[in-house]
């Protein structure tokens, strides 16, 4: 492979990343580490209005935090427009643009005689052979490119395959606003050029864009790189990936406990296929991904496969890198916050020591966070309702019976007081459920924990005795 191939991920920063945005970012990640090439990244604001420094931020942390770094400086469009009015004035040198004086009202009419005879060119060429002599005074024209009329305009893509516009079909667009600012349109294939990007890989809503950037790349006689439109992201309904489907944004997904690396895995599989191969290692879908790979069809997001992914990477991540990631989400979840507070290197040795139980029944850092509940739980404990109805009595009395079977276990481990407990089961004739679901009560105020003997290692003797005697009768 050569060093030469230089893709771009090119979001405008109105929100947060976008979780197909993530998407589009991880392919040309995915693609440049394949060919040994560059990933540029260009912060498309141009849009001064709904651009934010928090939607730039959230952008460039969605994508560290996926693990999709880039080379180079980040460049911000706006900050080359000067470099983009410089084209379009080029472009009006060699007669391939022209001055449009159009006013917003002939603009209005000419769209509505072009809708209501069913034209998609809406503008109707009034100044693209006139005299700028005639120019009526006060207008600020705009500077449009001057498209070809006939023929085609053809894309060969490495996805959609060879799409072909009819350029009777195309506007003559508008590459320089009157108020002297470039279009998206301009800015966007003089920014590719000077930054020497070889291959585009864009979201197939881009399409359209595709012909008319590919006139400004004629009109300039600059090469046009590679082509590739993936097909969107949709919901699980079918239908174009919106708000009501849920989780939208990088953030999100980070929130409700994915990691990073189920996140890319999952996304990876969307739209892009290799063979029946589901879990890719990093080094794995870097060797393997191409775009041939990629389908015309649009992907449907399919929330049970991401969290069953993400329980796999849970239970096989390491234990201690699961404590990091544990503290490293309460600060993205404002509910499970005061949980921060209680970390300390007591707490801290405990989630150690507990995970090997937890992360078998998490699907997510959440889900993991409250099945570790039990360790940062305050004295008295808080009994969930399903929990205190087994609170009888006569269960009370039995609590106090196994607090006295377990006070003299030395060593306290799991294994001792599980020996302990099995032990008081047969001399009094019970059953070990009857034993444990007791003791998870007193032990956890609920009815479903980790497996209650690895609970009674976790917590340690004075705990758990503590808390027994909390319940036991006084």
């Known amino acids: 492979m050569t060093d030469s191939v230089v893709t771009r991920f090119a979001p405008s920063p109105t929100g947060f990343l976008h979780i197909g945005g993530a998407r589009t970012a991880l392919f040309n990640w995915l693609y440049a580490k394949k060919t040994g090439g560059k990933m540029l990244l260009r912060i498309e604001d ?120 009819q350029n009777e079909n195309l506007d003559d667009l508008v590459l320089l606003r009157g108020d002297g600012n470039p279009t998206y349109m301009l800015a966007v294939v003089v920014d590719d050029h000077d930054m020497g990007v070889t291959h585009v890989i864009r979201g197939d809503d881009h399409l359209i864009n595709a012909a008319r950037q590919k006139q400004i790349y004629d009109a300039l006689g600059w090469d046009i790189p590679s082509m590739s439109h993936i097909p969107l992201i949709h919901g699980p309904d079918g239908s174009k990936l919106s708000k009501r489907h849920g989780a939208l944004g990088v953030d999100a997904y980070r929130a409700m406990g994915y990691l990073p690396v189920a996140l890319r895995n999952y996304l990876v599989r969307l739209g892009w296929s290799h063979g029946d191969q589901e879990i890719f290692s990093t080094q794995e879908m870097i060797d393997a991904f191409d775009l041939k790979g990629i389908g015309r069809s649009a992907a449907r997001f399919d929330f049970a496969k991401l969290e069953n992914l993400n329980g796999h990477y849970i239970r096989h991540a390491d234990d201690a890198a699961l404590v990091t990631m544990f503290e490293d989400v309460l600060d993205h979840v404002p509910d499970r916050s005061g949980l921060k507070a209680k970390l300390n290197d007591t707490t801290r040795a405990q989630l150690l020591q507990a995970m090997p139980s937890l992360k078998e029944r998490a699907k997510t850092l959440i889900e993991l966070i409250d099945g570790a509940y039990f360790i940062f739980a305050d004295r008295p404990l808080e009994i969930e309702p399903k929990a205190a109805a087994l609170l009888t009595p006569e269960s009370r009395a039995l609590i106090g019976r196994l607090r006295v079977a377990l006070e003299p276990v030395s060593p306290w481990t799991s294994q001792t007081t599980e020996a302990a407990m099995r032990e ?27 497996g209650i003997f690895d609970v009674l290692g976790v917590l340690g003797r004075e705990e758990c005795l503590a808390r027994l005697g909390d319940q036991a009768p006084s």
């Not at 001057?146 to 516009?165: F, L, M, N, S, Y």
């Not at 007193?442 to 479903?448: D, K, V, Y």
Request: glycine share 8%; net charge neutral; charged share 30%.
């Open 46 to 165: 141009t849009d001064r209005e709904r651009s934010t420094e928090p939607a730039i931020a959230a952008i460039l942390d969605g994508l560290k935090w996926l693990g999709l770094d880039w080379d180079g400086d980040v460049v911000y469009q706006f900050t080359r427009a000067a470099r983009h009015r410089e084209v379009a004035e080029q472009l009006l040198a060699s007669g391939k643009a022209y001055y449009c004086y159009a006013t917003p009202e002939e603009m209005t009419s000419m769209r509505e005689k072009a809708r209501a005879e069913g034209r998609t060119r809406l503008y109707d060429g009034l100044w693209r052979d006139r005299d700028p002599k005639d120019a009526p005074a006060g207008v600020k024209p705009t500077i449009r490119l001057k498209a070809p009329q006939t023929g085609e305009t053809v894309i060969e893509d490495q996805v959609q395959g060879r799409v072909v516009w």
């Open 424 to 450: 008081f089961a047969e001399a009094n004739n019970l059953k070990l459920g009857a034993v444990a679901q007791p003791l998870r009560v007193a032990l956890t105020g609920r009815t479903t924990s980790p």
